[in-house]
């Protein structure tokens, strides 16, 4: 069962790969919203019951903010909402001090994910990744572990191509 259980994180994995190499706001929410649902099943099935919650809830708040951000709605409301949402389910859920790991996370994310500039969304999430990869370890979701690392990696590569390189390359031609 254990097998299968990490099996499911890796389709997880994949999904995160794919959504910070989108360029579209709605795109990388698409992809972590797919990378939410796979990520709570597998958290359920572990019995971490906070990390099942808060992606729960974390699909819900993409699905508000790619709505908003289409319409070029303001999401301060939203955000503020949503992390009462997270902070009121991590107590309720809670499991120890791993918990707080992941309350600040989705918190952090919410705030990124109501921005509607993926500059700000690819560089808020590197840091919630690594609350992430944290809380995986203690809740031995190995698949957990390899994705917040490989989105790490995924989000350097992301933010060096999307949001340096083309600085750069205008910072060159201004220049010349």
């Known amino acids: 069962m254990n097998v299968i259980i990490q099996l499911i994180g890796g389709l997880g994995i994949l999904a995160s790969l794919i959504s910070f190499q989108c360029k579209k706001h709605n795109s990388i929410l698409c992809f972590r919203t797919l990378n939410e649902v796979v990520f709570a099943i597998q958290y359920l099935l572990l019995g971490a019951y ?20 289409s319409k070029d709605k303001k999401t301060t409301v939203s955000t503020v909402v949503f992390a009462v ?30 921005n ?3 500059t700000v969304v690819r560089g808020i999430i590197f840091i919630t990744c690594t609350s992430w990869l944290i809380y995986n370890y203690c809740v031995f979701s190995v ?12 989000l350097l ?20």
Do not use: H
Not at 95 to 100: A, F, P, V, Y
Not at 101 to 114: C, E, N, P, Q, W
């Open 85 to 114: 949402i997270f902070f009121v389910f991590g107590i309720l859920t809670w499991q120890g001090m791993k918990s707080i790991l992941i309350i600040v996370a989705k918190v952090l994310s919410t705030v990124a994910y109501g």
């Open 50 to 69: 906070t990390g099942m919650a808060m992606n729960l809830i974390g699909c819900v708040r993409n699905a508000v903010f790619t709505k908003q951000i």
């Open 157 to 176: 590569i992301g933010i060096v191509r999307l949001d340096v390189a083309p600085r750069l390359a205008k910072k060159k031609a201004v220049a010349a």
């Open 143 to 154: 698949a957990g572990v390899i994705c917040e690392a490989v989105t790490l990696i995924s």
């Open 116 to 118: 509607k500039n993926p």
